[in-house]
């Protein structure tokens, strides 16, 4: 459909079965701006850069975006249980505004950036490209935000990079493949963040709040500055910590770290 489709109300876009829908058209807001809301089993792609200011809602099968297809104007997107948001046909990486729900993400070889992120996420979020994923060449990027986005039991198998000023609340238990950035890592009341990836740059922000942190076996994590959680960190057999503050002439001291409890579970510190 290469028309341009203005929505009014909450319109849904129904796509059955195996079929694959694809909408070139600019999809905008009309008199009485409202939700795009995905239905069906089958895929819808679409290939604008749409300028509607509503949530987008994938309630049922996929969503993609494909060639230069973008719903950054979109106030949120609600990736529901059984869903899939797929951005692995973008020729470069993707912003949304915010991102909730319990469906699965697929970022293929591309960066999924959350501008101004408020929501709770409790799916998936993976690549389908297993050369970018080994080589750090993925990731999701949580932006500047007061509220923060919030991963509950979520497993994120890719790396989380953290603006300077943006914030990632940790509630459950979470996996991620790695952390880095300078912003606020929250771990909430009986939380646990595990990280099973490689070594990506350094983690230079704060970490906060009295939830855990383990580092499993084939995870790597550095930590650079200032930080307070007062949970169990634990580096299990083949995990490696390293803690790494470096002063203006490059000669590394111990960071801060305090409140913590170490567990050494033959992992590499």
Not at 28 to 43: F, H, M, Q, R, Y
Not at 101 to 116: P, R, Y
Not at 132 to 138: C, D, G, K, P, T
């Amino acid at each position: 459909l290469s028309n341009g489709i203005s929505l009014t109300g909450d319109p849904t876009f129904e796509v059955d079965g195996s079929q694959a829908d694809t909408i070139s058209g600019v999809i905008g807001d009309g008199s009485e701006p409202g939700d795009l809301v995905k239905t069906g089993s089958g895929e819808l792609d679409l290939s604008s850069q749409e300028t509607y200011t509503g949530t987008t809602v994938i309630q049922n099968g996929k969503l993609a975006l494909t060639g230069a297809g973008s719903i950054s104007d979109s106030s949120n997107l609600d990736v529901e249980s059984g869903a899939t948001f797929d951005i692995s046909g973008l020729t470069s990486g993707a912003k949304v505004t915010s991102l909730s729900g319990s469906g699965a993400v697929n970022v293929g070889s591309n960066e999924l950036q959350l501008t101004v992120p408020s929501g709770t996420f409790s799916g998936t979020i993976s690549s389908t490209d297993l050369a970018s994923r080994l080589s750090n060449n993925v990731s999701i990027e949580i932006g500047p935000s007061s509220l923060g986005e919030t991963l509950e039991n979520a497993n994120v198998d890719l790396a989380v990079e953290i603006d300077d000023k943006g914030v990632l609340n940790i509630d459950g238990n979470v996996t991620a493949g790695n952390v880095d950035g300078f912003g606020v890592i929250n771990l909430q009341a009986d939380s646990t963040l595990n990280i099973n990836g490689q070594e990506g740059d350094s983690y230079q922000g704060t970490i906060d709040g009295s939830g855990n942190i383990t580092i499993s076996s084939g995870g790597e994590v550095s930590l650079v500055g200032s930080n307070v959680w007062t949970g169990v960190t634990t580096v299990q057999s083949g995990g490696n910590l390293t803690l790494d503050d470096p002063n203006a002439n490059g000669t590394p001291h111990p960071p801060n770290i305090t409140g913590t409890s170490f567990i050494h579970d033959n992992g590499s510190i």
